[in-house]
């Protein structure tokens, strides 16, 4: 009878064992368009898929997809991820110009220093009450920048914004068109993956773009000399955005949202500035070693100040008339940088 009793009370639970559902397990898809030797891909999305996957015991898991891979060109990954093509992506606001009117504050060149870290931890005091209605249409992993660009020149050494007169100079950003026309050169647009042919066929004479998106590109190969402004302040920067189908996101178990959350916005943005600010040098380093590297004499710099304010005007204006605070939100970035880097 007592064996008989022990079977009895264990079919119960047998059956809503049988009954239950299986636990969830389901696998992303990543695209992105720098390839799999960039610290993007290396050092930052195959890191985190590992991470969130580890975390997940399993039952999140992901296919990463570099170099386009996907097909479509760098401009169409945000359109993507909205739509559904791809699960997750990584991508520049600034590839769709006026999609993300906000967060292209942190590109002004009066306001990002030079240091990723402080400018993703500013991004992340700034996103709820400033920066979110640019990404209403996405699920947000990570807004963030580089540690910003440099001056990368197929030619002598830029002494003074003389120097750049006439020339054409690509930028990822319309903002870096702007300052490029301050400095009296033609700005030039187009996705970083196109830039080696242009430099190579004299379509542009120089780039801005960050020494360790430069290494992968072979632009050291391609250019003479590579400036930054004194002290390491950088000519802008750009953000980026990973960021997941909303859709997707939101059909998640809870748990396994939480997961995804544990592994976005606060919690990883000092880390992944890390990645970007800790290379840096490496990449700064090795471009040395094909050509010069340098900084703008200090009594040089005051010229490309000015035109970094002009530009900040110039973006306050635009946004003002498009009925939003642009003077408030350079003030509540510069301030949230500063408060980042120190001061």
Known sequence: MARLARIIAVVPALAALAGAAPAQEVTFTIHHF??????????????????????????????IFPSMAL??????????????????????????PGVFPRVEVF???????????????????LYADWIA????????????????NALHVAGRPVETM????????????????WMIEEWGADPVGMPVPELPQALSRGVVQAALIPYEVALPLQIPTLTESHLERPDGVR??????????????????PDDLRAIIDAHSGPAIA??????????????????????????????????????????????????????????????AAQAAVASHSGD
């Open 34 to 63: 720098l390839g799999p030797t960039s610290i993007t891909h290396a050092r930052f999305i195959e890191p985190w898929a590992e991470a969130v996957a580890a975390d997940s015991g399993g039952r999140i898991a992901f296919e």
């Open 107 to 125: 590109e002004l060149p009066s306001v990002h220093r030079g240091s990723a870290v402080a400018t993703n931890l500013a991004i992340q005091d």
């Open 133 to 148: 209605p640019d990404f209403a249409d996405v699920h947000p992993i990570l807004v963030h920048v580089h540690t910003g």
């Open 71 to 96: 097909g479509g060109r760098p401009p169409d990954l945000y359109q993507q991820v909205r739509d559904g093509v791809a699960d997750i992506v990584w991508t520049l606001p600034g590839y769709t």
């Open 235 to 252: 000519f802008g920067t750009s953000t980026f955005l990973f960021a997941m189908n909303r859709e997707r996101y939101e059909a998640l």
């Open 162 to 177: 003389a120097d750049l007169a006439g020339m054409s100079i690509r930028t990822p950003t319309r903002t870096g068109a």
């Open 270 to 331: 000092e880390q992944i500035g890390l990645v970007w600010d800790e290379f840096e040098p490496e990449a700064m380093a090795i471009a040395a070693e094909s050509g010069w590297v340098g900084q703008l004499a200090p009594d040089a710099d005051p010229p490309f100040a000015d035109a970094a304010d002009r530009v900040a005007r110039r973006w306050i204006a635009e946004m003002e008339a498009a009925g939003i605070d642009g003077a408030g939100l350079v003030a």
